[in-house]
C-alpha cells in the first residue's frame, strides 16, 4: 500500500499501521527485520523515532549515521528492544559482524529497522519487510509497505 504523510503526524500514523502490519508478518523464531529504502530526507529517520514514540521509548531517538547502530529498550508489547541501524556509511557489510550481526538478526525480541539497507544487501536475509520512502514536496513523502 502506498501512503501519503502530509506531516509528522501523518508518519505518526502510517508508523503504527506499519507495526500492526510487522506483528501479522511476526516471525516467531527470528528478529523482526525492516529495510527502510529512499534517497535522504525522505523520512526514513523521521519514521523510526515515530516507531520508537509508539513503542515507548523513552529517551530521544537520533540518526545513528555516525555510530551505525542504536540500541534502545522497550518495555511494552512484543519487542524487547528497537535496534535503529544506518549503513550508509558502512565500507562493507562483513562491518555487520563485529556489532553481533547474527545474534541479533536472530532475536524474536528484536525490531530492526535498517536505513540504507542496499549497503548491506549481501547479509539482509531475502524475506525482510521492506518500507519504500520517497520524497514528494517540502512537507510531503510517500510511504510504502
Ligand atoms: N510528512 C513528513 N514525514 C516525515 N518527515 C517529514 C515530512 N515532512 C517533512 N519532513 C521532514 O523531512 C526530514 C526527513 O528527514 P529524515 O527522516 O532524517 O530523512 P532520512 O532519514 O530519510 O534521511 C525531517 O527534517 C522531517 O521533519
Ligand atoms: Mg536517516
Known amino acids: 500500500m502506498k501512503y501519503l ?5 501523518d508518519t505518526e500514523t502510517y508508523a503504527g499501521l506499519a507495526l500492526d502490519f510487522f506483528s501479522v ?7 523482526t527485520l525492516v529495510g527502510l529504502y529512499g534517497n535522504l530526507g525522505s523520512g526514513k529517520t523521521a519514521f523510526t523515532q515515530a516507531v520508537a514514540k509508539l513503542l515507548g521509548v523513552g529517551e530521544s531517538v ?3 549515521t555516525f555510530v551505525i547502530e542504536k540500541i534502545y529498550e ?5 519487542y524487547r528492544h528497537l535496534i535503529h541501524i544506518d549503513a ?8 555487520m559482524m563485529r556489532l553481533g550481526w547474527d545474534g541479533i ?6 525490531l530492526i529497522l535498517v536505513e540504507w539497507p542496499e549497503k548491506i544487501a ?5 524475506n525482510h519487510i521492506k518500507i519504500h ?13
Open 105 to 110: 538478526i536472530a532475536d524474536p525480541a528484536n
Open 122 to 126: 549481501e547479509i539482509m536475509p531475502e
Open 88 to 95: 550508509y556509511r558502512l565500507e562493507q557489510a562483513s562491518e
Open 25 to 31: 508478518q511476526k516471525n516467531r523464531t527470528a528478529a
Open 62 to 64: 537520533t540518526s545513528p
Open 5 to 9: 504523510s502530509r506531516s509528522l503526524t
Open 74 to 78: 522497550i518495555s511494552k508489547g512484543d
Open 133 to 145: 520512502f520517497t520524497f514528494v514536496d517540502e512537507t510531503t513523502r510517500e510511504i510504502e509497505f
